[in-house]
């Protein structure tokens, strides 16, 4: 398999490739003006790797939850990507990804993330199904 990931849900946006047997990753600062030149940095990005999409036949997008603006530009830049390239498009949560290594193996299992100071939690079966709302929780609940 060989992959995009684009994950802007946070105060960093996380970009990085699997190709070849070969993983690159890159950390960016999230600000607005990240927003408007994600695909720049994302081109820039191959090219410093001397990569293309040629390489990698999936996409993996970060739908949250996470900083709105952040998520709204990486979908559109995804999609954009994946119309224009023919790749396919996978979008994931990240209370999933927490979890995902442990499918199959805990009867409960509860994701935890902080994001913008505050912390939300959220529970799931052995098979990932979510079994609650996502919750918002205070330190000392934790």
Known sequence: ????S?????????????TKGKTFS????SDKLNNDVLMKKILDFF???????????????????GNFS???????????ISLSKDINLFGYNTFILICSKFFGKKDSIYALIKFREKYYINKFNKKLKNVSKIKLVTIDEI
């Open 47 to 65: 090219g410093e790797n001397n990569l293309n999409f040629t390489d990698i036949n999936e996409i993996f997008v970060n739908q949250g939850p």
């Open 26 to 29: 890159k950390i960016l600062q």
């Open 70 to 80: 952040g998520l709204r530009s990486s979908l559109a830049v995804a999609k954009g």
């Open 1 to 4: 398999m060989n992959f995009l």
């Open 6 to 18: 684009i994950d802007c849900s946070t105060d960093t946006v996380l970009l990085f490739i699997k």
